[in-house]
């Protein structure tokens, strides 16, 4: 660090490391270290689109090399800031081939993305799925650190995350290996509503949902005991077998508008009455 000034750019900095990497004499360790340094800064950038392209034309590929074999379940939400200002942000995994990188991407106009990597002992494994406004002042995400259990964690960061507390366990056969989200929860009079994801007997993926407090998002308001939605016998092959999943979903016209993926080969979208939904959900407690 002696070698940096107080601010530099990222050419500076990996200036500086090749510097250090040419040294013959260079320990393996001090090797390593600095190779994930430059890692690590490799996985912050902006991307820029122009004007006059189509928002069809904005696709955004894999850049640094933590995503290089996958950009993987981003959960997209309208997050609304306590001053009423806007933005579309994004969880989403990012896989090397080897290990995998919480991300987070966010944008206010479509055409300039700034992409950040997520840190912190909250900001394990998959499945982080962000709230969709600020909960008595601090951000709220829900999270699958051990890959078996619904968490759910406060921070005043949207980068930095920590102190999970398991929100929800397997309770029923359908889930019983796994539980997880299926999208950032989604606002309503009721309560927040989680769609959720269920792993069961020949890990077979379905679809759920649960109901929680509005105010203090680890009370479970109600929960339901069958699928929301199961895989159908002509849904069960394909790339990933046996599995329905979604990535997030929303409510237009008092419905809940569901797309979801079939077995990775294809996808289509369900939709559910919401009064009905609710009913269900209060009655299940």
């Known amino acids: 660090m002696q070698d940096l000034p107080d601010e530099f750019e990222y050419a500076v900095l990996k200036n500086v490391v090749n510097?250090?990497?040419?040294?013959?004499?260079?320990?393996?360790?001090?090797?390593?270290?600095?190779?994930?340094?430059?890692?690590?800064?490799?996985?912050?950038?902006?991307?820029?689109?122009?004007?006059?392209?189509?928002?069809?034309?904005?696709?955004?590929?894999?850049?640094?090399?933590?995503?290089?074999?996958?950009?993987?379940?981003?959960?997209?939400?309208?997050?609304?800031?306590?001053?009423?200002?806007?933005r579309v942000m994004a969880t989403y995994t990012a896989y090397n081939g080897h290990?995998?990188?919480?991300?987070?991407?966010?944008?206010?106009?479509?055409?300039?993305?700034?992409?950040?990597?997520?840190?912190?002992?909250?900001?394990?494994?998959?499945?982080?799925?962000?709230?969709?406004?600020?909960?008595?002042?601090?951000?709220?995400?829900?999270?699958?650190i051990d890959g078996v259990n619904n968490y759910l964690m406060y921070s005043d960061r949207p980068t930095q995350w920590n102190n999970p507390v398991i929100l929800q366990e397997p309770r029923y056969t359908w889930e019983f290996t796994q539980i997880g989200n299926c999208g950032s929860p989604l606002w309503t009079e009721e309560g927040w509503l989680v769609i959720t994801h269920g792993v069961g007997a020949m890990r077979r993926y379905c679809i759920g949902a649960s109901l929680f407090d509005l105010d203090d998002p680890s009370k479970e308001i109600g929960r339901l005991k069958e699928p929301l939605l199961s895989p159908l016998e002509d849904e069960r092959e394909g790339y990933v077998p046996n599995v329905v999943y979604s990535c997030g979903s929303i409510i237009h016209n008092n419905s809940l508008i569901l797309p979801y993926?079939?077995?990775?080969?294809?996808?289509?979208?369900?939709?559910?009455?919401?009064?009905e939904l609710m009913e269900a959900l209060k009655n299940s407690k």
Request: no cysteine; hydrophobic share 40%; charged share 30%.
């Open 19 to 86: 510097k250090a990497l040419s040294d013959p004499l260079i320990r393996q360790e001090r090797r390593t270290a600095l190779e994930e340094v430059i890692w690590l800064a490799d996985s912050f950038y902006d991307l820029q689109f122009k004007h006059d392209s189509d928002i069809t034309e904005r696709v955004i590929f894999p850049i640094s090399d933590s995503e290089s074999r996958g950009i993987e379940d981003a959960r997209f939400v309208r997050f609304v800031d306590d001053d009423k200002s806007d």
């Open 261 to 275: 993926a079939v077995s990775d080969y294809s996808s289509t979208y369900g939709v559910v009455d919401m009064v």
């Open 99 to 144: 290990v995998i990188l919480p991300k987070l991407i966010s944008t206010e106009d479509f055409y300039t993305f700034r992409v950040i990597p997520l840190y912190g002992a909250g900001a394990q494994n998959k499945n982080l799925a962000l709230f969709p406004r600020k909960i008595k002042g601090k951000y709220a995400m829900l999270s699958r």
